[in-house]
């Protein structure tokens, strides 16, 4: 099993930045494919960013594009959420995920879009105001 730990969260005043940082833990081997979602209260799960492991490949929401950068250091087994210019719809809770395989677009759209299993984070709370 992989385990998957956020931290990085927080409120913080429109227009200012906060870095999400997700630690893996467990057999993360596979773990080819790694990403970021979000969850308002009364709103469906979202895609925000993916990475691949490997190549570095990312994509993002058209909603965070130019904002949020995602990154890993896969010697620390860790991927990174910084985000920028943030806004009041930014509000929400922050999940990082990891599955074995995907295609980086796709999956965002929508998290079936993947090879094997996903394990999620807990979550960590940005409140923008």
């Known amino acids: 099993d992989v385990q998957l730990v956020e931290s990085g969260g927080g409120s913080v005043q429109v227009g200012g930045s906060l870095r999400l940082s997700c630690v893996a833990s467990g057999y993360t081997v596979d773990s080819n494919c790694m990403g970021w979602f979000r969850q308002a209260p009364g709103k469906e799960r979202e895609g925000v960013a993916s990475?691949?492991?490997?190549?570095?490949?990312?994509a993002y929401a058209d909603s965070v594009k130019g904002r949020f950068i995602i990154s890993r250091d896969n010697t620390k087994n860790t991927w990174y959420l910084q985000m920028n210019i943030l806004k009041p719809e930014d509000t929400a809770m922050y999940y990082c995920a990891a599955v074995v395989g995907c295609s980086t677009a796709p999956w965002l759209r929508d998290p079936g879009q993947r090879q094997g299993p996903i394990d999620w984070g807990q979550g960590t709370q940005v409140t923008v105001s």
């Open positions: 990475i691949t492991r490997i190549h570095g490949g990312t």
